[in-house]
């Protein structure tokens, strides 16, 4: 049996890099999407995203009230408790990590809007189970469209070594774990305007090296704690 939905939400993934492919090729810059299928719950994502030098990562529903549906997800909480807790990743969390919703038009295609993934998902009306969240507060929306051109402009996303200082953490140090290189799934790289088709990726380090060269020397450097 289909799921209208779960394709509804791959159709929101692509739309989105179809708009930050328009931008790219108009500002004379190369775009790559990751998607991240069946490793949503290291992620909290459905696709990982490059934009010239700046990523970012989405997490894709079909409907704004589609939001809730991250409640099924003990890494949601992880996520958001850990985000409390450490106010360095949260900063950069703020910069790279959203949660993206289509919204139909009349006989036309889909808007599709975004907000920062903690101030859509982190509180007790999203995650009523998650102890030592606090209410719900009206988070910021925007266009996708918006967004791209942000991207594109370096005003959002993270750069290099910021984003993956982030994924470390967020693949790896948030659930009480250690620094560490590996990735959960192979990841594979499609670029329209780079002409990329499925290169794959099985560390951070060799992501971090295909990004731009020497980045991948942070992951050789001794890692402070974390809190």
């Given at each position: ?37 069946g ?10 995203f ?8 989405i997490e ?130 499609t670029?329209?305007?780079g ?24 992951f ?8």
């Open positions: 049996m289909t799921n209208p939905q779960a394709g509804r939400e791959d159709s929101v993934t692509a739309a989105f890099h179809q708009i930050i492919f328009q931008e790219a090729i108009t500002n004379g810059k190369t775009e790559a999407i990751f998607p991240l299928s490793a949503d719950r290291y992620y909290n994502a459905d696709a990982l490059r934009a010239h030098d700046m990523f970012i990562l894709s529903k079909s409907y704004e009230r589609n939001i809730r549906d991250e409640s099924k997800k003990d890494s949601a909480c992880s996520l958001c408790l850990g985000l409390i807790q450490n106010h360095q990743m949260a900063l950069l969390h703020q910069q790279c990590h959203f949660i993206m919703w289509g919204l139909k038009r009349y006989q036309s295609g889909l808007d599709l809007l975004y907000s920062v993934y903690r101030r859509a998902v982190c509180n007790i009306q999203i995650l009523p189970d998650c102890k030592g969240l606090g209410p719900a507060t009206i988070p910021k929306v925007e266009s996708a469209r918006d967004l791209a051109k942000d991207l594109l402009s370096e005003s959002i996303g993270l750069g290099k070594p910021d984003f993956f200082n982030y994924l470390d953490w967020l693949l790896h140090v948030r659930s009480g774990g250690n620094s560490n290189d590996g990735l959960p799934t192979t990841l594979y790289a670029s329209h305007a002409g990329i088709t499925s290169m794959s990726f099985t560390s951070l380090s060799q992501l971090a090296a295909w990004a731009a060269p020497g980045v991948a020397a942070y050789n450097q001794p890692k402070k704690p974390r809190p």
